[in-house]
């Protein structure tokens, strides 16, 4: 009996010299996504080497992390962004990988236009030279991140060489509160077991709160496992991730579609498999997080308040905690709704879906950013799922209330482009990590669902988005 | 290990991980992420080299650092640990848990080494980070927390202390002559001694991927569309 991890691990076994734990392994690769900022130096040493692809057509390109989110017919301002951009664009062209160049309309961020394209599918191995990759295991895809020697090996070998991880299950029972989200299941996730309680493991994500998930809150679910350390989160195939894929551009198609769904329904693991480890929540439990550190366990609820070092014993721990508040300018025991904002920030391959946009979009209608707000961004993750909001008239109700409306991209999350936090500003944003200088040097970043940032955009500080009552314009 | 281990002259890539003896230098901080290992206004160079200049570049300069600026023209901070005068020219470092969390970039060990680290000792790491090392010939070395506080205590105390490390022995010995043995992967061990490039290793197999692949072809051929 086995977990969905061994079987997808099994079905893409090359080689191995033992069944030692541990030991390495080829494993084969269906899909290589690949962006600006970690392939030049691959393309380069295979070059260098006289080596080519192995399988082209199993690689999908775009350029994410450096692209501006305004102005794009004046292509690229920064001389060195243009470059790695440039770079992609020659590699690809020369070698005939399929690449959504800056304005073709299905470029956006890659973890979100592989799912939205159908080039990830159910039961496939997907790598990228990006750690967010987790998110495809939503998909019930053994997904994960690589560094730059690693892109060169699966680009020249079609396989990457790695170890087996342990397996761990998370298991979330019962039903979310109103205004609870699959962003807050994660972050109430790492604050149980730590930015490091999934390290060695691949995470699969069951319960009938994960069940009841849309797609993209999985992939919101799945893109936050390597924040727990995991390099891998998955789920299950059901009907819904079915639904997702059909007619997709990549997706098969007729006989295809037919055997190739058979196989899906495969792809979960048994009712007996054994997991090395289990971890079990309780859904009506979690509240809206917020996080308030620069760690994504340093969270807490938005009832909570700001921890105070003083009663943290372990010393290593209250550095922590300390050098933490002293960053990111906060008291001990601040209540988190007191906190006030000067940045919003909705995008990143965490939340920028559709569904994202319309949760957010629901609670801005008719209301204004707060006037504290210095600047309240959107930036979609791809061209589609801006045109698609477009077509809902969402774009017409951010702008009406303050928001400026941006192409796709990486933007804010890591600040490669133009938007970025300046030194001391402090920012509720729904991507996925709160490092120091993340979003820019010396910013502050606070890490949130898209409902409750577009809360504090309205409020101006958090709030509970349950309990946001600014009046509504008709 | 008899398929691994052709060593080749084909085959070699990285600089033999040879002894290493050297300076060491303790940050004594946990989740240590690949942003503060190197920020990410430096991931922008198409190349693999020079980034050790800006390793740790916030909390190692007081001023603002952009790709292109001259390093030795900027303000050092003093407080900063790799600053500091008794560890200057350091080959190891010490680290608390869960060093190299974060963003997969190699431009982190890149920047490590390129600045002159062989070998990083935590109690944990990240994932990728430490898959990543291994790729580079830069070491990182797992030991337990009671050993590493001994350790950091150890550096704090003594200034010039040094630690040797032998890969293939799996020792590291402390300036008493100490002896603590650390593990490492079998694989990972042979193709760092040898600096073995495992592509070429890889390739040795690519029969057996084309005859995985085609059966693969034929099992799942929407894969293949």
């Known amino acids: ?358 949760a957010a979009a629901k609670v801005i209608k008719g209301r204004r950013v707060a006037s504290t707000i210095k600047l309240a961004l959107v930036v979609p993750g791809s061209g589609l799922v801006k045109q698609q909001a477009e077509q809902e008239g969402l774009d017409k109700i951010f702008t009406a209330a303050g928001f400026e409306w941006r192409e796709p991209g990486c933007s804010m999350c890591l600040a490669m482009n133009d938007d970025r936090l300046s030194k001391g500003e402090r920012c509720a944003s729904t991507s996925n990590r709160n490092f120091e200088g993340r979003q820019g040097p010396g910013g502050r970043t606070h890490l949130v669902s898209p409902v409750m940032a577009a809360a504090a955009a309205v409020a101006g500080h958090f709030v509970d988005v349950n309990e946001l009552d600014a009046p509504r314009m008709p | 290990m008899k398929h691994w281990s052709v060593p080749h002259s084909k085959y070699l890539i990285m600089d033999k991980f040879q002894i290493v003896t050297g300076i060491v230098v303790p940050l004594d901080r946990a989740n240590v992420d690949t942003d503060a290992i190197i920020p990410k206004q430096f991931l922008k160079s198409i190349k693999r080299t020079g980034f050790g200049q800006n390793l740790f570049d916030e909390w190692r300069y007081l001023d603002h650092g952009e790709p292109g600026m001259d390093a030795s023209q900027r303000q050092l901070n003093p407080d900063f640990v790799l600053n500091q005068p008794r560890y200057q020219s350091a080959r190891i470092l010490l680290a608390r848990d869960n060093f190299g969390c974060g963003s997969s970039r190699e431009h982190a060990p890149w920047a490590l080494q390129d600045y002159g680290f062989k070998v990083i000792i935590a109690p944990s790491f990240a994932d990728i980070f430490f898959n990543n090392c291994f790729k580079i010939g830069l070491l990182p070395i797992v030991l337990n927390g009671n050993i590493l506080d001994q350790l950091f205590r150890e550096v704090n105390e003594t200034e010039g202390y040094t630690l040797t490390v032998d890969l293939q022995e799996q020792v590291l010995t402390t300036p008493a002559g100490e002896r603590v043995e650390f593990s490492v992967d079998t694989f990972r061990k042979h193709c760092l001694l040898n600096g073995l490039d495992d592509i070429g290793l890889t390739l040795q197999h690519a029969d057996k991927i084309r005859e995985f692949e085609q059966k693969r072809r034929k099992q799942q051929p929407w894969l293949f569309v």
């Not at chain 1, 295979?46 to 080519?52: D, P």
């Not at chain 1, 807050?184 to 009841?212: K, P």
């Not at chain 1, 819904?240 to 894929?245: F, K, P, Q």
């Not at chain 1, 480890?277 to 859904?283: F, I, M, Q």
């Open chain 1, 1 to 358: 009996m086995q977990t969905l991890y061994d079987k997808l691990w099994d079905q893409h076994l090359v080689h191995t010299e033992s069944n030692a734990p541990d030991s390495m392994a080829l494993l084969y690769i269906d899909r290589h996504l690949v962006h600006e900022v970690t392939s030049p130096q691959a393309f380069e040493s295979l070059k260098l080497a006289g080596r080519k692809p192995w399988r082209v057509n199993s690689i999908l390109a775009v350029a994410d992390h450096n692209v501006p989110t305004s102005g794009r017919d004046f292509g690229i301002n920064d001389p060195v962004s243009r470059l790695q951009v440039d770079t992609l664009d020659k590699n690809c062209d020369e070698l005939g990988i399929t690449e959504f160049k800056m304005r073709d309309v299905r470029q956006g961020i890659v973890h979100v236009i592989g799912p939205e394209q159908g080039a990830t599918l159910p039961g496939m191995t997907v790598v990228c030279g990006d750690s967010h990759t987790s998110t495809h295991g939503a998909f019930a895809c053994l997904a994960f991140g690589i560094g730059t020697s690693e892109v060169e090996h699966v680009l020249a070998t079609q396989c990457l060489l790695t170890s087996k991880s342990k397996t761990m299950r998370i298991a979330v029972e019962g039903k979310l509160g109103l205004g609870v989200t699959a962003k807050d299941i994660a972050l109430a996730i790492i604050g149980r077991i730590g930015t490091a309680g999934g390290t060695g493991y691949a995470i699969e994500f069951t319960g009938d709160a994960i069940r009841s998930l849309s797609m993209e809150g999985r992939m919101t679910l799945c893109n936050m496992a390597i924040e727990a350390g995991a390099r891998a989160g998955m789920i299950a195939v059901d009907d819904t991730t079915i639904e997702y894929i059909k007619g997709r551009p990549f997706a098969p198609q007729g006989g295809l579609w037919e055997q190739a769904v058979a196989y899906w329904r495969t792809l979960h693991s048994d009712t007996d498999a054994v997991f090395d480890k289990t971890v079990s929540l309780e859904a009506a439990g979690i509240r809206p997080q917020v996080t308030w550190g620069t760690s994504p366990e340093m969270v807490t609820t938005i009832d909570g308040c700001v921890p105070d070092p003083a009663g943290v014993t372990d010393q290593g721990k209250r550095q922590n905690i300390e050098q933490a508040l002293k960053y990111m300018g906060l008291q001990p025991n601040t209540p988190i709704q007191s906190i006030a904002l000067d940045k919003i920030f909705i995008g990143s391959c965490t939340n920028s879906r559709i569904e994202d946009l319309r």
